[in-house]
C-alpha cells in the first residue's frame, strides 16, 4: 500500500539522468512523497524469472537521479515484478529493468541481456508497465521538458502519442505504463505488434542498438525520420504476412503458457501496408491491384491485390521463388525485385527476369508469374573460340539490370560442376518448370550471352537447360525463345 503526502508547487528544470546538457526550464508540478510498493509488468516479451529491476528517485525540481534507489526482481513468467519499501521524497521515478527475456519471435529464451526504461510520475499511481513505448518516450520527454517547456504530464502525453503515431496513423488510447502484452486493450495489440516489428531477427546487441537509434531520432522532433530503417522494417513485417511467420510467432508466444495472446497480427500487417502506401482494402475495391510506392523498400513497385479475406496480398511469384533466406535486389528502370543467391562465387538471380524490352512473349499469357520469353537476350561477348576459356573482349549486360548481366558459357559450366543438388533446386525451383513440363516441354531453357568468335566472323547462341529431374546441361542449340537469369557482374 502506498501513502502519498501533499507539498508544495513549485518550478523544476528538465528531465535529466545525470548527463544532460539541456539549459534548465520552468514547468509546474506537485511535490509528494511517496511510501510503499511500486509493482508492474517489464517485457520485450516478458523478462525472465531473476531478473532485475532498479527504481531511481527524481529530484522534484531538477528530475536528476537523487542516488536513492531501490531494487526487486522479476518474480515470474509473466514479467511481473514487486519493489517493496519504496520510501521517496519525490513523486517521479526511473524504472529501469535489466535481464534477459523471451524472444517473441523465435519463442526462445534470449542470448543475451537488454536495458528497458520507464519513467513514472508516482503521485497518483504505484503500478507502472516498463515495455518498449515506455523506452522509447524516455528521451523525448526530456527535449519536451527542456526545449519546450512543457509540464511533465503535458510532456509525456505528448511524447506517448508522437511515439504511437511513428508506428500507426492512430492517436494513442491509453498511457504506455498500462499497455501489457497479454492483455486484450488496441494498444495491447499495437505494444505487441510494434515488439516484434523492432525486434525482427536481430541479435540482442543489434537490438540494443536499433533501440538506441530510434529513440535519438524520436527525441528531436517526434518523427521517426529514418525512412530506410522503416522500410526494412515494413519489408520484414511483409515477409511475416506473405510467408505465414505470423502464425508461427503465434504458437511460439503460445507455446509459453502464460496467458492468451491477443491479436497482434493485424497491426503488423497494417505497419507494411501504411509504409507501402496501398491505402484501404476493403469490399469496396476488393481485386484492386496496387504497386508498393516506398521507394527505399526493397520491395518497390512489387504488385500487391485486395482481398476480401487477406486484405492486401502480394504475388508470391514475383515476391520470391525457392530461396527464403536470400538477399533481394531491385531493378531502378522498372521497380522489379528480385531474390539472388551465391553459387561458389557467383551471384545469381532466383527468378526469372520481368524487364520489359518490346520483344517478348509470356509463357501461357502469364508473365507476371513466370516472367518473361525473350527471342534475344540482347548481348554478345567476343573470343577466339567458344569454349569456356574465351577471353571476353566486350561487356555481355544485354537486358540486365545495371551490374549484372547476361551469364555466358562459363557462368553455366560453373553452375553444373559447382552447385551442390539443394542448391540447383533452391534456384530452379519456379512454377515455369511445371507449366513448361505440362504443355509437353522436356526442359525449360535460359539464355546464355551469344558468342561471337574471331571477332564478328560467326556466332553461336546456347542456353542452360533445366530438365524435370533438376539436372542441368548447356545447349548449342537456339532455343528460340528463352527466360534470364542474371548474375552479378
Not at 481485386?287 to 520491395?299: I, P, Q, R, T, V
Not at 520489359?356 to 567476343?382: Q, V
Amino acid at each position: 500500500m502506498k501513502k502519498i503526502t501533499l507539498f508544495v508547487s513549485f518550478a523544476v528544470s528538465c528531465l535529466l539522468s545525470g548527463c544532460s546538457t539541456e539549459k534548465p526550464v520552468d514547468v509546474s508540478i506537485t511535490e509528494s512523497h511517496f511510501d510503499g510498493t511500486v509493482d508492474g509488468v517489464s517485457q520485450k516479451g516478458p523478462f525472465l524469472t531473476g531478473s532485475t529491476v532498479t527504481l531511481q528517485e527524481l529530484d522534484v525540481k531538477s528530475l536528476e537521479q537523487t542516488g536513492k534507489s531501490f531494487k526487486g526482481k522479476i518474480a515470474n513468467d509473466k514479467g511481473e515484478f514487486a519493489i517493496d519499501d519504496v520510501d521517496l521524497n519525490s513523486p517521479y521515478a526511473l524504472l529501469m529493468a535489466n535481464g534477459y527475456f523471451r524472444n517473441e519471435v523465435t519463442g526462445e529464451k534470449s542470448n543475451g541481456t537488454i536495458i528497458m526504461t520507464a519513467i513514472a510520475d508516482l503521485s497518483n499511481r504505484s503500478h507502472v508497465n516498463i515495455n518498449l513505448l515506455t523506452h522509447l518516450e524516455y528521451e523525448r520527454i526530456r527535449v519536451l521538458l527542456g526545449q519546450k517547456k512543457m509540464s511533465f504530464a503535458d510532456a509525456k502525453s505528448k511524447a506517448e502519442q508522437e511515439v504511437f503515431s511513428s508506428f500507426f496513423d492512430v492517436s494513442a488510447s491509453e498511457k504506455a505504463e498500462n499497455l501489457d502484452i497479454f492483455g486484450n486493450s488496441e494498444g495491447d495489440k499495437a505494444l505487441l505488434a510494434i515488439n516484434v516489428l523492432l525486434l525482427g531477427d536481430l541479435s540482442e546487441p543489434e537490438f540494443m542498438e536499433r533501440l538506441i537509434a530510434l529513440g535519438d531520432d524520436l527525441a528531436s522532433d517526434g518523427v521517426w525520420d529514418d525512412s530506410l530503417l522503416k522500410a526494412k522494417i515494413a519489408d520484414y513485417a511483409c515477409e511475416l504476412s506473405t510467408w505465414g511467420e505470423l502464425s508461427k510467432i503465434r504458437k511460439n508466444i503460445e507455446a509459453w503458457e502464460i496467458a492468451d495472446v491477443p491479436a497482434f497480427e493485424p497491426y503488423v500487417d497494417r505497419f507494411w501496408v501504411d509504409q507501402y502506401g496501398l491505402g484501404k482494402c476493403d469490399a469496396s475495391n476488393v481485386g484492386e491491384s496496387k504497386k508498393n510506392a516506398n521507394e527505399a523498400s526493397a520491395f518497390y513497385g512489387m504488385n500487391f491485390v485486395c482481398d476480401k479475406d487477406s486484405g492486401w496480398v502480394a504475388n508470391k511469384n514475383e515476391f520470391y521463388f525457392g530461396c527464403d533466406e536470400c538477399p533481394v535486389m531491385r531493378d531502378p528502370r522498372d521497380g522489379h525485385v528480385y531474390k539472388y543467391m551465391n553459387i561458389d562465387g557467383t551471384d545469381w538471380m532466383v527468378s526469372n527476369l520481368r524487364y520489359d524490352n518490346g520483344d517478348f512473349e509470356c509463357l501461357l499469357g502469364n508473365c507476371e508469374d513466370y516472367g518473361y520469353l525473350y527471342k534475344s537476350p540482347g548481348a554478345t561477348y567476343y573470343g577466339d573460340s567458344y569454349a569456356t576459356s574465351a577471353d571476353i573482349f566486350d561487356p555481355a549486360r544485354g537486358i540486365c539490370p545495371n551490374g549484372w548481366r547476361v551469364p555466358i558459357v562459363e557462368d553455366f559450366s560453373h553452375l553444373i560442376n559447382s552447385a551442390s543438388d539443394f542448391e540447383k533446386k533452391q534456384l530452379f525451383s519456379e512454377p515455369e518448370r511445371d507449366a513448361v513440363f505440362a504443355a509437353g516441354g522436356d526442359s525449360t531453357s535460359y539464355w546464355s550471352a551469344f558468342i561471337s568468335l574471331s571477332r564478328r566472323t560467326c556466332e553461336w547462341r546456347s542456353a542452360l537447360n533445366v530438365f524435370s529431374d533438376g539436372s542441368l546441361s548447356v545447349s548449342l542449340k537456339e532455343p528460340g525463345r528463352a527466360f534470364v537469369r542474371c548474375v552479378r557482374d
